[in-house]
């Protein structure tokens, strides 16, 4: 599989950090507690990599904001300014900043969600100075939500292509988790009835994340992650 050395690293780097807490999502009874749990864990490991003024692109609630106390400036932009505190709302593809305005951009769960990925990842390209970064999370597998608005999942080569066509060079690409964990979560959708009670999705998520450290391949991840940087011209 081409580029498989670098997922499988990334998976690796994943669970790096045995002593890992939550701080934005912590009810691990909660049946997306795998997918997001993964999420969390990959936003931390990459939060140092944004720096200097940072835009928060459809946010709702700004649940990672705490990762990134160290930017210099923070700002928030949801197309619904009532989800959230934010500081104006706009769609992702239509960001009312000037050319070269922010130095990091972090998107988490929202490139599913827009008609045209291209050209959000062109806006971001806008927005930010030469070397900034943008910090992504999206799906590869997720049952459908916030309908109608659910138009996308994502593969690694997907992901791939809209970077790179957008002159976006790949710093990191992560998956979230490998077959054990894309199997637990599907099973939590799936057989909800056999887990109706907190403690046993509490244990069954434990488990499965636990199990999951020892997986080999990303070609079955629940979603993934993405650090590119805008090339200096």
């Known amino acids: 599989m081409r580029n498989a050395p670098i997922a499988k690293a990334g998976l690796r780097e994943l669970y790096t950090d045995r002593e890992f807490v939550p701080r934005a999502f912590t009810d691990r009874a909660d049946h997306a507690f795998i997918s997001i ?7 931390a490991l990459l939060a140092a990599q944004l720096t ?4 928060d692109v459809g946010c709702g609630q ?3 904001a705490t990762y990134f106390g160290h930017s210099s400036k923070h700002m928030a932009c949801d197309y619904d300014a009532a989800r ?3 500081d104006f709302s706009c769609p992702a593809d239509a960001i009312p900043l000037p050319d070269e305005s922010v130095d990091s951009v972090l998107c988490t769960e929202v490139l599913e969600h827009v008609p045209d990925p291209m050209a959000v990842w062109n806006e971001f390209h806008r927005i930010l100075r030469p070397g900034g970064r943008v910090l992504l999370t999206t799906p590869q597998y997720w049952p459908p939500h916030e309908l109608p608005y659910d138009f996308y999942r994502y593969p ?6 809209l970077a790179s066509e957008s002159g976006f060079a790949l710093l990191a690409l992560i998956p979230r988790g ?3 964990a894309f199997w637990g979560q599907v ?7 056999l887990f109706r ?3 046993t999705r509490i244990l069954w998520n434990r488990l499965i994340l636990a199990l999951d450290r020892f997986s080999n391949t990303p070609r079955m991840t629940v979603g993934w992650t993405v650090l590119a940087e805008k090339e200096r011209s």
């Open 37 to 43: 749990h993964l999420i969390e864990r990959s936003v």
């Open 52 to 55: 200097g003024e940072l835009l």
């Open 84 to 86: 959230g505190n934010v």
């Open 156 to 161: 690694e080569h997907g992901l791939r292509r």
């Open 197 to 199: 009670f907190a403690w």
């Open 178 to 180: 490998g077959p054990i």
């Open 187 to 193: 099973t939590l959708h799936v057989w909800q009835p």
């Open 62 to 64: 700004q649940p990672y």
